[in-house]
C-alpha cells in the first residue's frame, strides 16, 4: 500500500441532546476526518479528539497540527505491506495518540478494501453481533435522567452507564435502583473523585454497580489499586490505560477488574489488539468505549467490538442518539435486543456520504508530499 495523499477534513456538528461530564458540557461537536488515498483507494477514519483538552491532552487543533507537520510526513509515499507497519513509523512522536489512531485507522479501512475483506475480520474479530450499552451523561435534573434510562431500556440496551460527580451520585444511583433493581447498570466519574473521598466511595457498594469507571486521577495507576482494595465494586479504567503496558501495570497491581478500550485513546488498532489480547490472558474482561463519534469512527469501533475479549456491553449504541444525520450509510442501528450486527462487505460495512461531508465541512487540508495545499470553507 503506497501512502499517496492524507486529506483532513473539519466539520461542524450539533448534538441533538447536550452530553455533559465531570469536566463540562458540549452541545456541538467539531468533528476531524481523515482520509487516505492508498493505491488508488480511500481509507477514512475519524480523530476523536475533541473540542478542547478535557477528556485528554489532544484536541482538534493539536492532531490537526501534529498529522500535519509531523505524522503525514513520516507516511507519505511510504510503501506500507500491512496498516499496522505505520505505528512503528509514527512511534518517534510522543504521545498524540488520537492523531496517530486516526492516521492508522484510515490505513486498516484501505487495507480491508484493498484485500476486499471485512474491517472486522482483518482485526481479527470473531463474534457477528456485539452488545450495545448507553452513556448517558449528566443531566438538568434527576426526573430528565430517569427519563432517558427509560427510553434507553425501552429501546433495548443491556446496559446504562451513568455520568457521575460529587453532587450528582449517590442519590442519583439510589434512585435509579429504586425504580430498577435488576438492571445492568455501570457508572463512570471521569476523574472527579481524590483518594479521601474514600468513605463516600465506599457507599457505591450498596448498588450493585457492575463497574465503577475512572473514579480518581486521569493518569494515576497506583491510588486505583488502593482504592480497588477498598471498595467490593470493581474498578474499570479508561482514561489511565493509554497503551498495552498501562493495562500489565493496572492489573498486576490490581488497580481494576475490567478495561474499557478505546481505539482512538491507544493509538490505533494495532495497540487496542494489543491491550484486548493482554486482557484476555490475564482474564480482565474489556468494553469498546465511545467518544461521541459520528458514524465514521462509531463503524471502526463496531469493528474492534467483534473480538472475542469483548464480553460487556459497550458504549457503542445508534447514530440516531446523537445525529440528525449521520455520515453513513445505513446509519449505525441497535436492534430491539441491545445489538449491532457486522456484515460481510469488504471495509466496514457502512458507506461514507460524501454529499453531506463536504456540506458539513469548514476547513480542508491535503498533504501530498513536498508541498501541503490549503483551502478554507467547503
Ligand atoms: O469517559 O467514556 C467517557 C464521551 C466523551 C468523553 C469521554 C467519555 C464519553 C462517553 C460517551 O462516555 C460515550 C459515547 O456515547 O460515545
Ligand atoms: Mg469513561
Redesign the pocket.
Known amino acids: 500500500m503506497k501512502v499517496e495523499a492524507i486529506t483532513l477534513r473539519e466539520l461542524c456538528m450539533p448534538l441533538k441532546h447536550f452530553?455533559e461530564?465531570s469536566f463540562g458540557r458540549i452541545e456541538s461537536r467539531r468533528v476531524l476526518l481523515v482520509t487516505v488515498l492508498c493505491d488508488g483507494i480511500e481509507g477514512w477514519s475519524e480523530c476523536v479528539a475533541?473540542d478542547g483538552p478535557f477528556?485528554s491532552y489532544e484536541w482538534i487543533e493539536t492532531a490537526w497540527a501534529t498529522i500535519r507537520d509531523f505524522l503525514a510526513p513520516v507516511l507519505i509515499g511510504m510503501n506500507l505491506t500491512r496498516a499496522k507497519d505505520s505505528a512503528s513509523l509514527m512511534s518517534r512522536v510522543r504521545g498524540h495518540s488520537m492523531a496517530k489512531a486516526a492516521l492508522e485507522n484510515a490505513l486498516w479501512d484501505a487495507e480491508a478494501k484493498q484485500l476486499q475483506q471485512p474491517l472486522w475480520k482483518l482485526l481479527g474479530g470473531t463474534l457477528n453481533e456485539i452488545a450495545c450499552g448507553?452513556?448517558i451523561?449528566i443531566q438538568n435534573s434527576r426526573e430528565q435522567l430517569l427519563e432517558k434510562i427509560e427510553t434507553e431500556l425501552a429501546a433495548g440496551y443491556q446496559r446504562i452507564?451513568v455520568?457521575v460527580k460529587p453532587g450528582w451520585d449517590l442519590d442519583v444511583l439510589a434512585k435509579i435502583r429504586q425504580r430498577w433493581p435488576q438492571i445492568l447498570l455501570s457508572c463512570?466519574a471521569?476523574s472527579a473523585y481524590r483518594p479521601n473521598d474514600l468513605d463516600h466511595l465506599r457507599k457505591f457498594d450498596e448498588f450493585q454497580l457492575l463497574m465503577i469507571?475512572?473514579p480518581l486521577w486521569d493518569d494515576d495507576i497506583y491510588q486505583h489499586a488502593a482504592l480497588q482494595r477498598q471498595l467490593k465494586t470493581s474498578i474499570c479504567l479508561?482514561?489511565s490505560i493509554r497503551q498495552a503496558r498501562d493495562a500489565e501495570q493496572a492489573i498486576e497491581m490490581g488497580a481494576c477488574r475490567i478495561i474499557?478500550i478505546?481505539v482512538g485513546r491507544v493509538g490505533g488498532f494495532s495497540e487496542a489488539i494489543a491491550v484486548h489480547d493482554l486482557c484476555q490472558q490475564r482474564g480482565i474482561p474489556v468494553w469498546c468505549?465511545?467518544?461521541?463519534?459520528t458514524g465514521i469512527g462509531r463503524a471502526h469501533n463496531v469493528a474492534l467490538s467483534t473480538l472475542p475479549n469483548f464480553r460487556l456491553p459497550g458504549?457503542?449504541?445508534a447514530s440516531k442518539?446523537?445525529w440528525y444525520e449521520d455520515l453513513v450509510e445505513p446509519e449505525v442501528e441497535v436492534s430491539p435486543r441491545g445489538t449491532i450486527g457486522v456484515s460481510d462487505p469488504p471495509g466496514t460495512g457502512y458507506a461514507i456520504k460524501g454529499d453531506l461531508i463536504q456540506k458539513l465541512t469548514v476547513r480542508t487540508e491535503t498533504i501530498r508530499g513536498r508541498a501541503a495545499e490549503s483551502t478554507s470553507g467547503a
Open positions: 452530553f461530564t475533541a477528556f448507553v452513556s451523561g452507564k455520568k463512570d471521569n469507571e475512572q479508561d482514561e474499557n478505546k468505549g465511545g467518544m461521541l463519534e458504549d457503542v449504541s442518539r446523537y
